[in-house]
T-cell receptor, first 110, second 113 residues
Framework: GENVEQHPSTLSVQEGDSAVIKCTYS??????FPWYKQELGKRPQLIID?????GEKKDQRIAVTLNKTAKHFSLHITETQPEDSAVYFC?????????FGAGTRLTVKP | KAGVTQTPRYLIKTRGQQVTLSCSPI?????VSWYQQTPGQGLQFLFE???????NKGNFPGRFSGRQFSNSRSEMNVSTLELGDSALYLC????????????FGPGTRLLVL
């Protein structure tokens, strides 16, 4: 089955700096890659996603890149703000299930 | 539209008991997935129901089961509870396939004593 690895497990940045979180997956049939943000005590919420026919997608300060050949995808957050502090999960999905990375705890210091 | 709802929000059980959790998807969503979230194992896929049928299943023992009703509401059952079953159980709904955006419910926090 699919295996998703996510790095780093914790990330601390200064407000205004950029943050990058990386994930790798093992199943070449995976074709949908969402990213979720989970604040303390709250449900995971989708922040951006990318499908396998696209290499990059951007939404304001957030971007995701996908390298299908290398089987890795990354989340980029620019101009980080304290409210970006949360746990971020990557996921990879084929037609049968969705597997999540272990999560990255991002702390943005004011 | 109303979001995904789950009941109950909190539950305390003892080892050996069984528990049933409920999930109401967003109106029009026919796919409901269940996940277990623990600090040690992260978010793990339990199973997915679509049109009242279990369509996909993760790597969990048979003590974990579920069902879906004709109105797409889903229930998850855990029998013979173990201490390690303590977790946040999240359900998520989507329109049809895994390639569509899924929306999570608030979760049911289960504590097994």
């Amino acid at each position: 089955g699919e295996n998703v690895e996510q790095h780093p497990s914790t990330l601390s940045v200064q407000e205004g700096d950029s943050a990058v979180i990386k994930c790798t997956y093992s199943d070449s049939a995976s074709n949908y890659f969402p990213w979720y943000k989970q604040e303390l005590g709250k449900r995971p919420q989708l922040i951006i996603d990318i499908r396998s026919n696209v290499g990059e997608k951007k939404d304001q300060r957030i971007a995701v890149t996908l390298n299908k050949t290398a089987k890795h995808f990354s989340l980029h957050i620019t101009e980080t703000q304290p409210e970006d502090s949360a746990v971020y999960f990557c996921a990879a999905s084929n037609n049968n299930d969705m597997r999540f990375g272990a999560g990255t705890r991002l702390t943005v210091k004011p | 539209k109303a979001g995904v709802t789950q009941t109950p929000r909190y539950l305390i059980k003892t080892r050996g008991q069984q528990v049933t959790l409920s999930c109401s998807p967003i109106s029009g969503h026919r796919s409901v997935s269940w996940y277990q979230q623990t600090p040690g194992q992260g978010l793990q896929f339990l199973f997915e129901y679509f049109s009242e049928t279990q369509r996909n299943k993760g790597n969990f023992p048979g003590r974990f089961s579920g069902r879906q009703f004709s109105n797409s509401r889903s229930e998850m059952n855990v029998s013979t509870l173990e201490l390690g079953d303590s977790a946040l159980y999240l359900c998520a709904s989507r329109t049809t396939t895994f390639q569509e955006t899924q929306y999570f419910g608030p979760g049911t926090r289960l504590l097994v004593l």
